[in-house]
């Protein structure tokens, strides 16, 4: 079935740093999920894509679908060390998730 | 009140002992999951059952075996443990039909000696 590709795998950055990961697919995509999860919790859902080309904000997390509905992407600008966690894409059609982001942070 | 629920959160047992998970949704979801996530932090689907019925069941050993006894319920009853059953499991629950958000367990850690 189609697979999302999510990259980088780890992602350390120094707080107030930008961090973005992104989702890759070969296939088109009806719609894509995003969810984070913290160390030692669960993951918990964060936004929806659905339209070509849509994007979403919520504070300081920018999501974004592309045209061709094959990637997404999502993007921390300033991150804190609150956003530590691995940040998971889902693919509704063959309800899988990406690997992951491994997000740290360095206060 | 949680919403999702999971017992035990800790399971230390021998290898090929039999043990259960149960799992447990007061959102009043029709769909609920069964995941594996391993060391890695891969997050694997193993089950998924709407309205009681597996509508899922990926590639898992037939020592898991997944119960519904209705839909706010879904346990997972693991046979002769293996060390490479150890993992994470998370429960999770969505409303059905497609793209529904998935609300997760807290998960159980499963460790296998």
């Known amino acids: 079935g189609q697979q999302v590709m999510q990259i980088p795998q780890y992602q350390h950055v120094q707080e107030g740093e930008d961090f973005t990961t992104y989702c890759n697919s070969s296939?088109?995509?009806?719609?894509i999920q995003w969810y984070k999860q913290r160390p030692g919790g669960h993951p918990v859902f964060l936004i929806q894509?659905?339209?070509?080309?849509e994007v979403k904000k919520q504070k300081r997390l920018t999501f974004q679908f592309g045209e061709a509905k094959k990637n997404s992407s999502l993007h921390i600008t300033a991150t804190q060390t609150t956003d530590v966690g691995t940040y998971f894409c889902y693919n509704n059609n063959d309800m899988r998730f990406g690997a992951g982001t491994r997000l740290t942070v360095k206060p | 009140d949680t919403a999702v629920s999971q017992t035990p959160k800790y399971l230390v047992t021998q290898m090929g002992n039999d043990k259960s998970i149960k799992c447990e949704q007061n959102?009043?979801?029709?769909?609920m999951y069964w995941y594996k996530q391993d060391s890695k932090k891969f997050l694997k689907i193993m089950f998924s059952y709407n309205n009681k019925e597996l509508i899922i069941n990926e590639t898992v050993p037939n020592r898991f075996s997944p119960k519904s006894p209705d839909k706010a319920h879904l346990n997972l009853h693991i046979n002769s443990l293996e060390l490479g059953d150890s993992a994470v499991y998370f429960c999770?629950?969505?409303?059905?039909?497609?793209?529904?958000?998935?609300?997760f367990g807290p998960g159980t850690r499963l460790t296998v000696l």
């Open positions: 959102l009043g979801h029709d769909t």
């Open positions: 296939t088109t995509l009806s719609n």
């Open positions: 999770a629950s969505s409303q059905s039909g497609t793209a529904r958000s998935q609300f």
């Open positions: 894509l659905v339209k070509s080309g």
